[in-house]
């Protein structure tokens, strides 16, 4: 158990659908990282937050944002939902914000039908 | 964008041999990291590099960051059935230390016959 926990764990919706993820990193990391994995496309780096700060972009899309609240907790939306869309998630956290340590939550596998 | 080419895609061993796997890339990294997944779960950190030739032991894992810092490599000595899964490395570019920002290889999948 890395510390960082995510929900939902499953996710089925529909094309032209929004959905939130949510994220709780562990005690203590500021940084929280969102990562996408398909089978086609590997773990790709979409966003990371610092302190309630965005600090990096990856290959997100506009579709997609994010947040990071007062508590420290994330969450990544996903709006107009395609095919394409569908994936696993990974929230991860580190201590720092350059920190390379990470430590993955359990994801979310997300389903577009 | 970055990419870095991990090899090989699979492998298939017997219990209690050793398994090497490496990622190279045409850039260079601050850092190197390797990660297990098993099915179902989130990656597992396994190993962190910091400095070119570095050599970094983790129990039977050994892993090693190239004095170029454009590639690195991890052992596993004597496998046991439960090293079966999915191995990642992950780098972070040289320029990007102010954010964590991790690009990941496409992954070693590691099977383990007993």
């Known amino acids: 158990d890395s510390g960082v926990t995510q929900t939902p764990k499953h996710l089925i919706t529909a094309t032209g659908q929004r959905v939130t993820l949510r994220c709780s990193p562990r005690s203590g990391d500021l940084s929280v990282y969102w990562y996408q994995q398909s089978l086609d496309q590997g773990l790709q780096f979409l966003i990371q937050?610092?302190?309630?700060?965005?600090?990096a972009k990856g290959n997100i899309l506009e579709r997609f944002s994010a947040q990071q609240f007062p508590d420290l907790h994330s969450e990544l939306n996903l709006s107009s939902l395609e095919l394409g869309d569908s994936a696993l998630y990974f929230c991860a956290s580190s201590v720092l914000r350059g920190s390379d340590e990470q430590f993955f939550g359990p994801g979310t596998r997300l389903t577009v039908l | 964008g970055q990419q870095l080419n991990q090899s090989p895609q699979s492998m298939f061993i017997q219990e209690g041999e050793d398994v090497s796997m490496n990622c190279t890339s045409s850039?260079?990294?601050?850092?190197w990291l390797w990660y297990k997944q098993d099915p179902g779960e989130g990656p597992v950190l396994l190993i962190a590099?910091?400095?070119?030739?570095e050599l970094t032991s983790n129990g039977r894992l050994t892993a090693q960051f190239g004095i170029t810092r454009k590639d690195s490599f991890l052992n596993i000595s004597a496998s046991i059935p439960s090293d079966v899964g999915i191995y990642f490395c992950a780098g972070q570019l040289r320029g990007s230390s102010n954010t964590g920002k991790l690009i990941f290889g496409q992954g070693t999948t590691l099977q383990v016959k007993p």
């Open positions: 937050y610092y302190n309630g700060e965005e600090r």
């Open positions: 850039s260079i990294f601050n850092t």
């Open positions: 590099l910091y400095k070119a030739g």
